[in-house]
Structures are given as structure tokens and as C-alpha cells.
């Protein structure tokens, strides 16, 4: 990592949920977040749902987000390097990040060293036992079929019936993340099955909903990057150390 320079890591912004005004709201709050790091930041992770909804087709994008695009245009045209995870609920990313933003879309899980430490990157959806039927959908909308089916769709009828979809989120519901048991926090039991076999200093995930910072074996953490709706909250690396944060202008 160049010398002052640090990664950033943050996850559900859910840009278009819940209505327009609150969406604009959190827009603005993010582009300030951005513009806060943008000078030692050398690479930023926005490790999934970063949209409520995103289809790409051939030559249509969703509508808005122009001054979050702005800002990320502005930030790679400076070197910053962008990577973006597919999310659940804005897995259908092709190709307009990568010409726009020179962009590395991750579908699935990322492997990093940085000085020295281990990083093991995913949006968090999936994984762990259980929840059949969700990783049965995911198969089926992560498929060519699928997304030529609903290429097909006219955008008006196809982003309307995503729209409709994505207000049944927990997101759009409301629901209080921070009620859940311990014993539900799958991620963690994931990130501990996977340090028996190969060690990672720091699990990083999104898709909870709720920031959490977790000591591991063999000292590694766990970390959940929460989300922009309630918590504003992020991770940086500087080198040595990963820290959970909350952006609080």
C-alpha cells in the first residue's frame, strides 16, 4: 500500500429505497463520505447492494444516482482502483462499471493481501448453511437465462417490477436488525469454519445489515459493515490495523 494512502470498505447504501427523498438524503450523505477520504484513500470496496435495484440493458441503466456516479468518476479519474461486489439485490452488473469507472465487479467471494494481511471479501449472502430456497433464486437469477428473459422485459415494466420487489426488503421494512440472536449471526459461524482450513486475518462482509466487529481464533476478526440507512458506518484500513467506523456529517 503507498504510504498514507488506506482502503475503504462500505456496503448497502441501497440507493433508491425507500422513496426518492430519502434515497437523495443518503445520496448526498454518501458523496460526503467520499469526499472526506478521497484524499488517502487508494482503494474503496463497495462490497454489495450499493443499489436496492440495478439491471443493466444493452444501452439502459436504472435512472438517478447521477451525483453518486459523478462522484465515483471523479474518484477513479484521480487512480483511485473501485472494486463492486454484486449484491442481492443489484447482482445483474455487467459491463458499465468496468467502461465507466475502469471498475472490478465481484460476483462472489475476493482474496486480498495488503501489508502483509489477509483479507476475505464477500457480500455475505449465501453462504453458511441453510436458506435453500435463497441460494436456489440466486442460482436462477444469477443465470443467462434469467437476465435474457428480463432483458426482454420493456424497462418501464421490468425496473417497475423490481421496484415493487425491492419494498418488501428488509430494508424498506424496517425491521430492527439489532434484535437478532447471537446465535443467528451466520457469518461469523461461516468465517470460523473457514479458518480451519485457511487463515484470513480479516472476514469483511455486508448483507447483515448491522456493523460488527468480532474476535476470531488464531486472531482474526469478523467484520459486518452494517448499512447507510441507519448506521452510516464503514471500515477502514491504514496499513495495519482494520477499524470499524460511523460517518457521523
Given at each position: 500500500?503507498?504510504?498514507?494512502?488506506?482502503?475503504?470498505?462500505?456496503?448497502?447504501?441501497?440507493?433508491?429505497?425507500?422513496?426518492?427523498?430519502?434515497?437523495?438524503?443518503?445520496?448526498?450523505?454518501?458523496?460526503?463520505?467520499?469526499?472526506?477520504?478521497?484524499?488517502?484513500?487508494?482503494?474503496?470496496?463497495?462490497?454489495?447492494?450499493?443499489?436496492?435495484?440495478?439491471?443493466?440493458?444493452?444501452?439502459?441503466?436504472?435512472?438517478?444516482?447521477?451525483?453518486?456516479?459523478?462522484?465515483?468518476?471523479?474518484?477513479?479519474?484521480?487512480?483511485?482502483?473501485?472494486?463492486?461486489f454484486k449484491?442481492?439485490?443489484?447482482?445483474?452488473?455487467?459491463?458499465?462499471?468496468?467502461?465507466?469507472?475502469?471498475?472490478?465487479?465481484?460476483?462472489?467471494?475476493?482474496e486480498i493481501?495488503?501489508?502483509?494481511?489477509?483479507?476475505?471479501?464477500?457480500?455475505?449472502?449465501?453462504?453458511?448453511?441453510?436458506?435453500?430456497?435463497?441460494?436456489?433464486?440466486?442460482?436462477?437469477?444469477?443465470?443467462?437465462?434469467?437476465?435474457?428473459?428480463?432483458?426482454?422485459?420493456?424497462?418501464?415494466?421490468?425496473?417497475?417490477?423490481?421496484?415493487?420487489?425491492?419494498?418488501?426488503?428488509?430494508?424498506?421494512?424496517?425491521?430492527?436488525?439489532?434484535?437478532?440472536?447471537?446465535?443467528?449471526?451466520?457469518?461469523?459461524?461461516?468465517?470460523?469454519?473457514?479458518?480451519?482450513?485457511?487463515?484470513?486475518?480479516?472476514?469483511?462482509?455486508?448483507?447483515?445489515?448491522?456493523?460488527?466487529?468480532?474476535?476470531?481464533?488464531?486472531?482474526?476478526?469478523?467484520?459486518?459493515?452494517?448499512?447507510?440507512?441507519?448506521?452510516?458506518?464503514?471500515?477502514?484500513?491504514?496499513?495495519?490495523?482494520?477499524?470499524?467506523?460511523?460517518?457521523?456529517?
Amino acid at each position: 500500500m503507498p504510504v498514507g494512502k488506506n482502503l475503504y470498505f462500505a456496503s448497502d447504501f441501497h440507493l433508491g429505497a425507500v422513496s426518492y427523498s430519502s434515497s437523495r438524503e443518503r445520496e448526498d450523505r454518501i458523496i460526503r463520505w467520499l469526499d472526506m477520504i478521497k484524499d488517502d484513500v487508494a482503494e474503496l470496496f463497495l462490497m454489495g447492494d450499493v443499489f436496492d435495484f440495478w439491471f443493466e440493458y444493452k444501452t439502459v441503466v436504472p435512472k438517478g444516482y447521477v451525483r453518486f456516479l459523478g462522484k465515483l468518476a471523479q474518484l477513479t479519474d484521480s487512480g483511485v482502483k473501485l472494486y463492486l461486489f454484486k449484491g442481492n439485490h443489484d447482482m445483474w452488473m455487467f459491463d458499465y462499471f468496468v467502461t465507466e469507472f475502469n471498475a472490478t465487479i465481484i460476483t462472489n467471494e475476493l482474496e486480498i493481501e495488503r501489508s502483509g494481511k489477509k483479507f476475505y471479501l464477500h457480500h455475505g449472502d449465501g453462504l453458511g448453511p441453510g436458506d435453500k430456497f435463497y441460494k436456489f433464486l440466486k442460482k436462477f437469477f444469477r443465470s443467462g437465462v434469467c437476465q435474457w428473459l428480463f432483458a426482454r422485459l420493456h424497462p418501464n415494466l421490468g425496473v417497475g417490477i423490481a421496484n415493487a420487489w425491492s419494498r418488501q426488503s428488509r430494508i424498506a421494512g424496517a425491521k430492527d436488525e439489532h434484535k437478532m440472536q447471537y446465535q443467528q449471526e451466520w457469518l461469523e459461524t461461516y468465517s470460523r469454519e473457514m479458518l480451519k482450513t485457511q487463515h484470513f486475518d480479516y472476514f469483511v462482509f455486508g448483507h447483515r445489515h448491522l456493523p460488527l466487529d468480532i474476535a476470531l481464533p488464531d486472531n482474526a476478526r469478523y467484520i459486518n459493515l452494517g448499512e447507510w440507512v441507519n448506521y452510516n458506518s464503514y471500515a477502514v484500513f491504514d496499513g495495519t490495523e482494520l477499524s470499524l467506523r460511523y460517518f457521523t456529517q
